[in-house]
């Protein structure tokens, strides 16, 4: 989708609109309206998943006439909202159509009703406003550029670029480097903003205003519920995420790792399946542990369903490297981008237009290592880690190093920036010569807004990586690189009601000892073989470890520190080089440091074609 009101520097057209043509490629269109003396542009391009009709057609007008929408996603729990609705006569069965009328009814407010994943633009005729608003959990990506008397929206980037002049923040590229991906609403544009997973954007047509509020509500912990209840209440939760989210009018694969998350969501969509659902995997030529073919492989096995797996090798990793960059439209520093463009070429070759993933269950449920760490905090004196700091160049594994340089700070915010920290403020300093001080804005306000301080430090971080590091990292990239194959991948561990039932857990449910995800794998137990559940992790990464030294590792230092290099407009190349030689030296290991210096390269590259 993508919209404008007021005037740009070019024509709003269809060429414009096909920038986006990917997200869409089922049917198309533009409306064009004059409230309250705003020209205003509404474009969008249709993935048809429910009700493939022509009464899925956008921008969908409400029966009542008096709303406009453009919108993104799948509501999950659509057909419930329509019993509230008992006197509307339905043209097809969209759940564009039933939100446009629900909220022509309820308000705008009544988004909070909706259990999906959505972007969308609402045009409300009578009060002259519009509306963007964002899912709870960011899955889809709204992007928005306001000047005086003009905003511009869309799905993407690519058409609010053609429409509107862009420079590079310098500012938000020092955050970037801090934390590995630009959280909402910063994005490497100084004219560009995302909107904020769970919030609404309010534009007033008559005086220009703009107005963002939070739909988001935080859960309190009920530390009285007993594991065995909890787990059955898990169950039910998690059973009905995946019959809601198979919801569609055409079929629907699953993409699954050799772990528990992607075979629980499987084994449930295999449940409600009348034949083999589609599996999909992706692993590495070369003997590395990252792959996990094998175990993807003997999961698809036991659980019956139709299984596909492609591996690539560093060369495909290398050749496809900076059309990823363009595709998920941000640098990131995260080297799964590469393997997700492969999986869901995979996934499109097959005819398969919807798949379940299983993302998002390490943040509500304590699967990382940083919340163990964090549980750490204030149980060893803050001076023995002061100690340690003088020793930390020496040690190799990175969630140590955070953990010595995070975990004698008092200031629960400042730990957690040094915990998420890739770059340090002194590695940043000397990299762009800029003074970091963004990042531990953007993690204070849903620190803020989710009540952290009634939580214990553990929970009150999940709570925030969920709407941070997830929605602007791990969820951008796997909606971009999706849709850029015209696939919708979907969250089911996102489900409202799970991750506020999950949310309310007490922390001992989530993690038990050094067991992460501990109330998951026992509720997997009782339809999962031991096998599948407590195999070691792998994550679904890359082998950029090795692949980042030696001669490939050198070519990359060459390319960037060239002296024509792009980022010698905004770099100390030499520090650059020095980043680099750490890693080919066997120093330190420094693959997600190096990930993200090449992803800059190539978006700047891109930036400038």
């Known amino acids: 989708m993508c919209g404008i009101v007021g005037t740009v520097n070019k024509p709003f057209n269809k060429d414009t609109l096909d920038l986006i043509k990917h997200r869409g490629p089922d049917d198309g269109d533009i409306a064009n309206l004059n409230i309250a003396q705003n020209d205003i542009c509404l474009g969008h391009r249709r993935l048809s998943i429910q009700d493939l009709s022509a009464a899925g057609h956008q921008p969908m007008w409400s029966a009542c006439g008096k709303f406009v929408i453009i919108f993104n996603g799948e509501i999950y729990n659509h057909l419930e909202l329509r019993e509230k609705l008992p006197d509307i006569e339905w043209r097809g069965h969209s759940d564009t159509e039933t939100i446009v009328n629900y909220m022509a009814r309820y308000g705008i407010e009544s988004v909070r009703d909706f259990n999906g994943i959505f972007g969308f633009g609402l045009v409300d005729v009578d009060a002259a406003k519009l509306y963007l608003a964002r899912d709870r959990y960011g899955v889809k990506p709204i992007y928005y550029h306001v000047d005086e008397k003009t905003l511009v929206f869309g799905s993407e980037i690519r058409p609010i670029r053609q429409l509107v002049g862009t420079s590079i923040d310098k500012n938000n590229l020092a955050t970037l480097l801090k934390l590995r991906y630009n959280p909402a609403p910063t994005t490497l544009y100084d004219s560009i903003q995302k909107l904020r997973p769970g919030h609404i954007l309010t534009y007033d047509l008559q005086n220009h ?37 198979l919801l569609a009018d055409v079929e629907v ?7 528990i998350d992607s075979a629980l969501v499987a084994y449930y969509a295999q449940k409600y399946s009348d034949k083999p659902i589609k599996t999909f ?19 698809a096995r036991i659980l019956g369903t139709e299984h596909y797996e492609i591996k690539i090798t560093d060369r495909e990793f290398e050749e ?75 040690i190799k594994n990175e969630s140590i190093y955070r953990a010595i340089h995070a975990l004698g700070e008092n200031n629960t915010i400042k730990r957690w920036e040094k915990i998420y920290a890739l770059f340090s403020d002194r590695e940043i300093g000397k990299l762009v010569d800029v003074d970091e001080t963004k990042s531990r804005e953007l993690i204070e306000y849903f620190y803020i807004l989710l009540d952290g301080k009634r939580k214990d430090g553990t929970n009150a971080m999940m709570s925030n990586d969920i709407r941070m590091n997830l929605c602007d990292d791990l969820l951008l990239y796997t909606d971009k690189i999706s849709m850029h194959f015209s696939i919708e991948a979907r969250v089911p561990m996102l489900d409202n009601d799970l991750v506020d039932y999950i949310e309310s857990l007490p922390l001992q449910h989530k993690i038990h000892g050094k067991e992460g995800k501990y109330i998951h794998k026992k509720f997997a137990e009782s339809v999962l073989p031991k096998e599948i559940i407590y195999r070691k992790k792998k994550g ?20 960037l520190t060239n002296s024509d290099s792009v980022l010698g407009r905004f770099f100390d190349l030499d520090e650059v080089g020095r980043i680099f030689d750490l890693h080919l030296n066997g120093k330190r290991n420094m693959e997600k440091q190096l990930f993200t210096l090449i992803s800059i390269y190539y978006w700047m590259e891109n930036h400038e074609s």
């Open 320 to 394: 496809i490297f900076k059309e990823c960059i363009g595709i998920v439209e941000e640098p990131l520093g995260t080297t799964s981008i590469i393997p997700m463009y492969y999986l869901n070429r995979l996934v499109a070759a097959h005819g398969v237009k919807v798949v379940l993933t299983g993302q998002g269950a390490d943040e509500p449920l304590g699967g990382y290592a940083r919340y163990r760490g964090e549980m750490m905090y204030g149980k060893v004196p803050g001076f023995v880690f002061e100690m340690l700091k003088p020793l930390s160049g020496f």
């Open 209 to 245: 205003e703009i107005e963002i509020s939070s739909f988001i509500t935080s859960v309190r912990v009920d530390e009285t519920v007993s594991f065995e209840d909890a787990i059955k209440r898990y169950g039910e939760f998690f059973e009905q995420a995946i019959r809601r989210q």
């Open 281 to 299: 995997t992706i692993g590495f030529r070369e003997d590395d542990e990252s792959d996990e073919t094998l175990d993807a492989r003997e999961t």
């Open 540 to 559: 679904f990464k890359s082998p950029t470890e090795q692949w980042f030294k030696g001669e490939k590792g050198l070519k990359y230092k060459n390319m």
């Open 253 to 259: 694969g699953v993409l699954l790792s050799g772990g």
